[in-house]
């Protein structure tokens, strides 16, 4: 796997190292299984010293976690896009869906080989596209325009989790265009950090990033809005530190959330967008 591939197994040890809880958040049995080898290790091995990184990343995946239950609640058939599925294992543990991920083909390979689509609890496709080489467009335009994903119902929901930091504006705006273009109407879940956030609390984790040879794209300073710029309407923000305090995952009063460390509490954020 190349780096940026590598950094999917930092996500998936959080979760591993959570469903070992007595009281786990995400509750991922799955994650396990894809680490156990010596690469993941020395992943993992860069990142579990950081307490408030990791509690941030496992309370974003339970917040997307619930608020896809949410949307599935009403449509259990509903068109759900991974993009940089990375070790998701959603398709096996929420309650409907029907499944597109994407990502990197090693990736995609070594994920098929320790948990098949088959063993999904839900209808399940795996495209494995290099972004390196080839252009986006082409081969995921075919795979939306399957009748498997097509003629589910309900407006389709896409997912970009733990990527947004690694896009600079340009690439993130030309995959938004790419998006609304093959799905005109969609619901976007992504994570959105800013960049006083950034600049106060990720030089640890930006360190241990820079060791796997990957640099995180510059955060801008209301990247919310440049979301909404692109062709969004908000429809909702959830903090990703407010939830992790409200699991337990880090012992910061609320009162204190709200006036000395609002930057820490809004500054990292899951973000809802429809397209419009």
């Not at 040890?13 to 958040?25: C, E, F, K, L």
């Not at 009748?147 to 930091?165: F, K, L």
Request: net charge positive.
């Amino acid at each position: 796997m190349d780096a940026i591939a590598k950094i999917a197994w930092y996500a998936c040890g959080v979760r591993a190292a959570d469903a070992t809880r007595r009281q786990p958040i995400c509750n991922d049995g799955f994650a396990r299984c894809f680490m156990l080898g010596t690469h993941a290790d020395d992943v993992w091995r860069l990142f579990r010293r950081f307490r408030g990184a990791n509690a941030a990343t496992a309370a974003r995946h339970r917040l997307i976690d619930d608020l896809l239950c949410q949307l599935l609640a009403p449509s259990p058939e509903l068109p759900v896009l991974v993009l940089g599925a990375g070790f998701d294992t959603r398709a096996y543990r929420l309650p409907g869906g029907c499944w597109l991920e994407v990502d990197q083909p090693s990736l995609v390979d070594y994920k098929n080989h320790l948990l098949p689509v088959q063993q999904a609890t839900n209808p399940l496709r795996r495209l494995a596209i290099d972004v390196e080489h080839q252009a986006l467009g082409p081969l995921l335009a075919p795979a939306l325009a399957d009748p498997a994903w097509r003629n589910h119902r309900g407006t389709p929901v896409v997912v970009i989790e733990g990527a947004s930091m690694y896009l600079d504006p340009t690439t993130l705006g030309k995959t938004v265009a790419l998006l609304r273009k093959l799905m005109p109407r969609h619901t976007l879940i992504i994570d959105l950090l800013d960049h006083d956030f950034e600049r106060r609390y990720c030089a640890g984790v930006r360190r241990a990033i820079r060791k796997l040879g990957v640099t995180m794209a510059p955060a801008l300073p209301d990247p919310e809005a440049f979301v909404a710029s692109l062709g969004y309407r908000q429809t909702g923000a959830h903090s990703i530190v407010g939830r992790a305090v409200a699991h337990g995952l880090l012992p910061i009063p609320q009162w204190l959330l709200g006036s000395w460390l609002r930057p820490l509490r809004d500054g990292y954020r899951v973000v809802v967008f429809e397209a419009v």
